[in-house]
């Protein structure tokens, strides 16, 4: 499995920004459909976004109803890293935050492709 490991995660304010990375071992990465998912505690991890491999430099986007607008999935495959950037947070998004990256090259078909997981990054948004 590619190994990831996240970063970004903290203490903010409501109506605050955070920025997650996640960066990824492995000569794969560009043709990897990698996401973002969430786990708040007593509630099943829950997917929040992903963002499709490319062999054009045109990537796709998906997301979960509850970010859409505030939350912003990107990649840099140079850096063989994976960014959630997220706006207006709200007390609700206050999870532990996975990377996860696909189990199949190239395309990508929905949140049950994803087959390998960073360890997390604890997000807590203060009301």
């Known amino acids: 499995q590619v190994q990831l490991v996240e970063s970004g995660g903290g203490l903010v304010q409501a109506g605050g920004s955070l920025r997650l990375s996640c960066a990824a071992s492995?000569?794969?990465?560009?043709?990897?459909?990698m996401g973002w998912f969430r786990q708040a505690p007593g509630k099943e991890r829950e997917f929040v976004a992903a963002?499709?491999?490319?062999?054009?430099?045109?990537?796709?986007?998906y997301y979960t109803d509850s970010v859409k607008g505030r939350f912003t999935i990107s990649r840099d495959n140079a850096k063989n890293t994976v960014y959630l950037q997220m706006n207006s947070l709200k007390p609700e998004d206050t999870a532990v935050y996975y990377c996860?990256?696909?189990?199949?090259?190239?395309?990508?078909?929905?949140?049950?492709?994803?087959?390998?997981w960073g360890q997390g990054t604890q997000v807590t948004v203060s009301s």
């Open positions: 996860a990256a696909s189990r199949f090259n190239y395309y990508y078909k929905g949140p049950g492709d994803f087959g390998s």
């Open positions: 963002i499709t491999s490319s062999g054009t430099g045109t990537y796709y986007s």
């Open positions: 492995g000569r794969t990465f560009s043709i990897l459909p």
